[in-house]
């Protein structure tokens, strides 16, 4: 029995000796490698023999990229421009331009022609050049100019100021004539419901100056007929006086 297990096992060892695939004889080939290979490097050899090389990679610059809206920054791009176009710039000429809004820099060279020469022309005062006066000018001339101009001086008298129409009190004149400070009482007044009367007499004008006025033409400030200064300082309607004072005393 046990020599027949020994032939069994060495019949199933032969059997999967002869079903594993022949090892390629050229060790270039491998698990994954094919002719593939060889056509390749072929092709890159005739390449390379052919002069067709591999450009080399752009050099990188450590230097910032200029901000963007700046002179640099358009000097930059007008030279990409002009690059494209088969143009060349300097590189400070385009600077200047755009420091200089797009107005072209003068290139200082003795072949630049003069620049031309300004003459003092018409509306142009030449009074500062003795040699231009000189010529044109003498000490009669001058004296019949300033006789001309004192026949056309006109002296204007003083006249009296015009006096005033007004009929109605006068507001500034009363403010110049009182010292005392507002809410001091001076005037009598009765107090059987002030409150009301105040608010709804002061309520009929827009500016406190015609409040005053028209208390004043009611017989103020000893009277208050109408309400308007219930705190007897003779000013209407919380009027400050000192508004006029500080102005006259400037």
């Known amino acids: 029995m046990m020599s027949v297990r020994i032939v069994l096992g060495a019949c199933a060892v032969a059997g999967l000796v002869a079903c594993q695939p022949a090892v390629p004889e050229d060790s270039r080939f491998g698990v994954g490698f094919d002719q593939t290979f060889d056509a390749q490097r072929a092709n890159r050899d005739a390449a390379l023999a052919a002069g067709n090389i591999v450009p080399a990679a752009p050099s990188v610059s450590a230097q910032p990229l200029p901000a963007s809206g700046s002179a640099a920054d358009t000097a930059a791009q007008t030279t990409a421009l002009l690059a494209q176009t088969n143009q060349s710039a300097d590189a400070e000429t385009l600077a200047a331009t755009a420091n200089n809004s797009g107005v072209p820099p003068l290139v200082a060279s003795p072949s630049n022609p003069p620049p031309a020469v300004i003459d003092n022309t018409t509306g142009i005062s030449r009074e500062n050049n003795f040699d231009a006066v000189s010529g044109e000018r003498s000490i009669e001339s001058d004296a019949a100019r300033l006789a001309a101009n ?44 002030a409150q009301r009367k105040y608010e709804r007499s002061c309520s009929q004008y827009q500016f406190k100056d015609q409040a005053q006025a028209a208390f004043l033409a009611a017989g103020g400030p000893k009277r208050d007929r109408n309400g308007m200064d219930p705190d007897g300082d003779g000013y209407a309607c919380r009027w400050d006086p000192s508004v006029y004072r500080t102005a006259n005393s400037g």
């Not at 009929?167 to 005037?187: C, D, E, R």
């Open 150 to 193: 004192r026949a056309q001086y006109q002296v204007i008298q003083p006249q009296a100021l015009p006096q005033r129409t007004e009929t109605g009190p006068n507001i500034v004149a009363y403010a110049l004539s009182t010292t005392h400070p507002v809410g001091t009482k001076v005037y009598r007044r009765s107090g059987f419901n």
